[in-house]
């Protein structure tokens, strides 16, 4: 290493969890929360086991075993377990005592094995054209709303890009229509689901099926529903939206389901952790049939 870049390690504790959930990357134990000075000779990369180094931001969740490598006048401000620092290159024999994961971290960990999920699957990719080609029987005319997706009532938060719409059933077509505006038609997939941008500046609009009488009055809420031990606040990262959606899908109130599987999309469309394959299986019926089954 140069003497101009400086390897940090955040020497974090280990968490009490199976390798399968540490796999899956649950738990993180910090975040960064700023990078200041960062140009091209100015830089912040994490090493991380697995992944090699790759520059990192304000917001990314930390890992046990994470190390910061930090380039010319960059500083990383990082929040580890509650303890506030920053960190230049020109810091040395530094050592970032973790107090362990939060609460939540824990918990999360604990729903996502008790549904039965391990670490997340090598490669996988967005979802393809095979999601819900077998959801289910229907007759040659039927077009139904999945039972995970049930037509009627929905809900958003004010700040919610997508939604997302699933049926059985030859469906032809989708027309949108906002609140106090013209109705826009948009094309049913032979996958049998779609992706739907929420109208901007718009409070409550209906999504239907043609031809069919499935429809979903989309409204806006304040707050979407948050797992038990959240104690009633809100995901404080994409890790912790991505547990509030698996959770709302399998146990959650069904009339947030559009805004979870509209979540789920917008973390699998980045890449996010496990947001890929826990899209597909939300789709697929397949998370929902997990929880069932881990209750019963």
Excluded at 42 to 51: I, L, S, T
Excluded at 126 to 144: K, Q
Excluded at 167 to 189: F, K, N, Y
Excluded at 235 to 240: H, I, Q
Aim: aromatic share 6%.
């Amino acid at each position: 290493m140069t003497a101009r870049g400086k390897l940090i390690g955040l020497s974090l504790a280990a968490m009490a969890l199976p390798a399968a959930a540490q796999a899956a990357a649950w738990g993180s134990v910090g975040m960064v929360e700023a990078i200041r000075g960062a140009g091209s000779d100015d830089e912040v990369k994490v090493e991380r086991a697995g992944e090699g180094r790759h520059v990192i931001g304000p917001h990314e969740p930390l890992y046990n075993g994470d190390h910061l490598v930090i380039r010319g006048a960059a500083t990383a401000c990082v929040n580890v377990s509650g303890a506030r620092s920053c960190w230049t290159s020109r810091t040395t024999n530094t050592t970032v005592a973790s107090h362990g994961p939060g609460a939540a971290s824990i918990l999360d960990a604990a729903f996502f094995r008790a549904i039965g999920l391990g670490p997340p699957a090598a490669g996988m990719g967005i979802v393809t054209g095979t999601v819900l080609r077998s959801a289910g029987s229907t007759t040659a005319a039927g077009v139904a709303a999945i039972g995970l997706l049930p037509a009627g009532p929905q809900h958003v938060t004010p700040a919610a890009r997508t939604v997302v719409a699933a049926w059985r059933g030859p469906a032809q077509a989708l027309t949108l229509t906002p609140e106090g505006g013209p109705a826009v038609s948009l094309s049913a997939s032979a996958e049998r689901f779609a992706e739907i941008p929420v109208p901007a500046g718009r409070t409550a609009f209906r999504i239907q099926l043609q031809p069919s009488e499935v429809v979903w009055n989309v409204s806006t809420s304040p707050t979407a529903p948050s797992p038990p031990w959240y104690a009633g606040r809100q995901p404080r990262d994409r890790e912790e939206r991505l547990a509030r959606a698996t959770w709302i899908v399998t146990d959650g109130p069904p009339e947030w389901r559009m805004f979870a599987f509209g979540e789920l999309a917008e973390l699998a469309r980045a890449g996010f952790g496990d947001a890929p394959e826990l899209y597909r299986a939300a789709l697929e019926g397949r998370l929902r049939r997990r929880a069932e089954a881990a209750a019963s």
